[in-house]
């Protein structure tokens, strides 16, 4: 029988989705031809066209949207509205079985909310998504006995043991005492927390917090996880064992939707999504997205005084992107070939003798800069209806 019996508060709260109307349009009657004037000296009237006279076709019901075999979550058209502020704009994705999706963007991009609608937490305001064959709208309940979620905030219960935690997950979940003890023993294992069963959680670390919500976010076996920026906060070293975690349950076979702030982690993700005031600006591999959406050339530049060569930059009209990086400024010139040079002669100007100005290859965190700006630099955009 279950470790715990599910109180029907346990489960997040679900927002009533509106009832859709589906008003039948009426078809007109056909009018009768009139009969053609018989009156002299007019001619006879000309025959009727008979498509002319024919009632008006009602508009065809739209197709629902039906993801291929090998597509853990899709969505078409996803809209999500509150008030007249548009949040997620009329997006589509496709993220594929077995891989690790990342989906970018800055601070209230629409990347959040876009995963509330994907997990069945609150409705769309119109479009279809499907996650594991599941409709969000129709069967939320369903989708969320298949997937495991992690927030970017820790979630867990810090007054309780690593095992407490553990068993309180196994009973939302509904797991069977001898499946529990098979899914407990796997995630002290996957997670290192073996032989820190009865520790309290509020003495873990950032990092040992992580591995133990990973644990609960995946008791249940679920087939895709979401992650909304699952490292934030973490030092770089249990950053890096966190995602070796992920790479040993994406080559498992289950699919993993991420949201992150840090670039070098993005760039170790199968397929990519950059989300911008609830646009999809682009798509693809990150190899991909290097080579379509930048064409500019970046340097590196080392000075001693970086932030005020970081505010000479920024004040040059013909430098089209500065930022830092690390100790670094990255600095798009743009598709001049004299980068350099230019680059040179604004710091020196201003008494900055620069240690290095070297021409770099892209990165994704310059790609990202790029597009951000590009859409900044652009016209408030079209709401999609």
Known sequence: MPLFRRHKNTTPAEETNPLVERVAIGEPEASTPPEAETVSPAPPASPVDPGVASAPKAPPEPKEYIPAADVALGCRGLVKRFGDFTAVNAIDLDVKRGEIFGFLGPNGSGKTTTIRMLCGVIAPTSGDAKVLGCDV???????????????????????????????????VYGLESDKFAQRRAYVLRMADLEGRENELTANLSVGWKQRLALGCATIHEPELIFLDEPTS?????????????????????????????????????????????????????????????MHESVFEVEVDDVQTALTVLEAATDIPEVYLSGALLHVNTGERTDGAELLEAHLRVHGLVPRKIAGVQPTLEDVFVHLVSEQRATTPRPIKT
């Open 233 to 293: 906060g973490v030092d770089p070293t249990a950053r890096r064992h966190f995602w070796d975690l992920l790479y040993e349950l994406a080559a498992s076979g289950i699919t993993l939707f991420v949201t992150t702030h840090y670039m070098d982690e993005a760039a170790h993700c199968s397929r990519l999504a950059f989300i911008y005031e609830g646009d999809i600006i682009a798509e693809g591999s990150p190899r991909e997205i290097r080579d379509r959406f």
């Open 137 to 171: 709208v129709a069967n939320p309940e369903l989708v969320r006995q298949r997937i495991g979620y992690m927030s970017q905030k820790f979630s867990l219960f810090e007054d309780l043991t690593v095992d407490e935690n553990l068993r309180f997950y196994a009973g």
